[in-house]
């Protein structure tokens, strides 16, 4: 059973930057491919951004492309967000997600989850 525990959510004030982490533990973390969501107030999940099994490819929400990196370091069983140019429209619940076989931006496909961490932007 793989288990994913996300930290690093806060309060900040717009223009700021934050990185959230995901440890990963139950599961051969270089098998997994990652991803990231987020939930709005008041809105479903929604994509974010994926990085596969080796780091070598990432793909982004449009509107987020540019802002947002994922990345991840196997050694360290641990996938990244960091999140430049916080806007107030970022405050959500922020999720890691793993997958053991598939790609996509649907929450569907995604097999674990972790607990979610609230990222607060103050304008």
């Known amino acids: 059973q793989v288990r994913l525990v996300e930290s690093g959510g806060g309060l900040v004030q717009a223009g700021d930057s934050l990185r959230l982490s995901c440890a990963a533990s139950g599961h051969t973390f270089s098998d997994l491919m990652m991803a990231w969501f987020r939930q709005l107030p008041g809105k479903e999940r929604e994509f974010v951004g994926w990085?596969?099994?080796?780091?070598?490819?990432?793909y982004y929400a449009d509107s987020l492309k540019g802002r947002f990196t994922v990345s991840r370091d196997n050694a360290k069983n641990t996938a990244y967000l960091q999140m430049n140019s916080l806007k107030s429209e970022d405050t959500a619940v922020y999720y890691c997600?793993?997958?053991?076989?598939?790609?996509?931006?649907?929450?569907?496909?995604?097999?674990?989850w972790g607990q979610g961490t609230q990222v607060t932007v103050s304008s």
């Open positions: 997600a793993a997958s053991p076989s598939s790609f996509g931006i649907r929450a569907s496909i995604y097999d674990y």
């Open positions: 990085i596969n099994r080796s780091g070598s490819s990432t």
